[in-house]
């Protein structure tokens, strides 16, 4: 008898499980199925459509986000952003936007599952980060809500600093990072965070960690 159940959906990182640095110093790990929308539009005639519609308005400055619950706009470039919201609400917010800006020419393409999230949170997540970008992640450099496009050893990634400093348990950092990538930055991420207890990863397919 044929199988009916319904394919099980899974993340590129599900046979991972969160780990954890000593003392909380660091926490790694996935937040799977966010709605991820790449959004291309003229500045000026979307913004307060977008902002009536979804109460959140486009971030201008270079490398910022603007952020309302659980929905976020991450400024990628003069004319383009991704649009971040929760799982549940990703069908939603995409119609409700698409709607708002039918009257101007724009583009939204859904890239839900060509990217992942890896969150690395904690006391030492900044410290931990540095050691493999040559993006300036000093927290004069690199604050709360900003974002930006890097390298992490062999890896090209968005990295979002979605908590700041000042909380107690310190900072959080996402990064996006590609399907086919994915297992790559984490191993590379928990080989970083050893120095804080961080358990060491191996690669599913025993190929060796390398960084430059």
């Known amino acids: 008898m044929a199988d009916l159940r319904p394919p099980a959906r ?22 799977p199925f966010l709605g991820k929308f790449i959004l291309r539009a003229d500045p000026q005639q979307a913004v307060e459509p977008l902002r009536a519609a979804l109460g959140l308005g486009l971030p201008f400055e270079p490398l910022t986000s603007s952020t309302l619950r659980e929905s976020a706009f991450l400024w990628m470039g003069p004319d383009e952003w991704m649009m971040v919201t929760a799982p549940d609400k990703a069908a939603d917010r995409s119609r409700t936007a698409r709607d708002a800006l039918a009257d101007i020419r724009y583009q939204l393409v859904e890239v839900s599952d060509y990217y992942t999230i890896i969150e690395v949170a904690g006391r030492q997540a900044r410290p931990l980060l540095m050691k493999l970008t040559t993006l300036d992640l000093h927290p004069r450099a690199f604050r709360a809500g900003m974002v930006a496009g890097t390298m992490f050893g062999r890896a090209n990634a968005m990295i979002w600093q979605f908590r700041s400093d000042a909380d107690d348990d310190g900072p959080i950092f996402r990064l996006f990072i590609r399907w086919s990538m994915a297992d790559y930055l984490w191993c590379l991420i928990a080989d970083a965070g050893r120095e804080w207890g961080v358990l060491e990863q191996s690669p599913l397919k025993g190929e060796r960690l390398t960084i430059g």
Not at 10 to 27: C, D, F, K, M, Q
């Open 10 to 31: 899974l993340s590129p990182l599900h046979h991972r499980t969160e780990i954890r640095g000593e003392n909380g110093a660091v926490r790694i790990a996935e937040i």
